[in-house]
C-alpha cells in the first residue's frame, strides 16, 4: 500500500508540474496529462473533468492566453476542449508563419532620393533633377 501511494504522489507531483514548451504537439500534451490522470484514478485519485482542463491550461505557455480566457468561461466537454485547444495552437501557428514571411527580406532604400521601395538606378524622383535610369 506504501508503495501505491508512493508512486500516487510521484504522479500527482508530475501531473502538476507539467508544461508545455510549444514544441511538438498540444494535443499529445494533453493526451499525455490524461495518461498520468487516468493512472492516478486508477490508484484511487480521481480528477474531474473541470479541474483536469484547469491543470491543462495552467500547463500552457504565454502563447495560449486568450485561449485560457475562453476556456475559462465556456462549459466545454474535455473532447471539445481537447479538440479547441488544438485548432487554437494551428492558429498560432499559422499567424507565426504569415508573420515570418518578410522578416528575411531587406528594406531598399534609393542612395538618390533616400525613399524606400527602389535603388537608385531605377530613381525617379532623383535630388538633383537627372533621371539616373
Not at 508512493?6 to 499525455?32: C, P, T, W
Not at 486568450?66 to 466545454?76: E, H, L, Y
Amino acid at each position: 500500500m506504501k508503495f501505491e501511494k508512493d508512486g500516487a504522489n510521484l504522479l500527482s507531483n508530475k501531473l502538476f508540474k507539467m508544461k508545455y514548451d510549444g514544441q511538438g504537439n498540444v494535443r499529445v500534451h494533453i493526451l499525455e496529462m490524461c495518461s498520468i490522470a487516468s493512472r492516478l484514478e486508477d490508484v484511487g485519485r480521481k480528477f474531474d473533468d473541470e479541474l483536469f482542463m484547469l491543470l491543462v491550461i495552467g500547463s500552457l505557455p504565454q502563447q495560449f492566453d486568450n485561449f485560457k480566457v475562453i476556456a475559462r468561461t465556456k462549459d466545454w466537454e474535455l473532447d471539445e476542449f481537447i479538440s479547441r485547444c488544438a485548432v487554437f495552437e494551428t492558429s498560432i501557428r499559422m499567424d507565426d508563419m504569415s508573420g515570418s514571411v518578410g522578416q528575411n527580406e531587406r528594406v531598399i532604400r534609393c542612395f538618390s532620393c533616400g525613399r524606400e521601395g527602389h535603388h537608385w538606378k531605377n530613381c525617379t524622383n532623383s535630388v538633383s533633377g537627372i533621371k539616373m535610369a
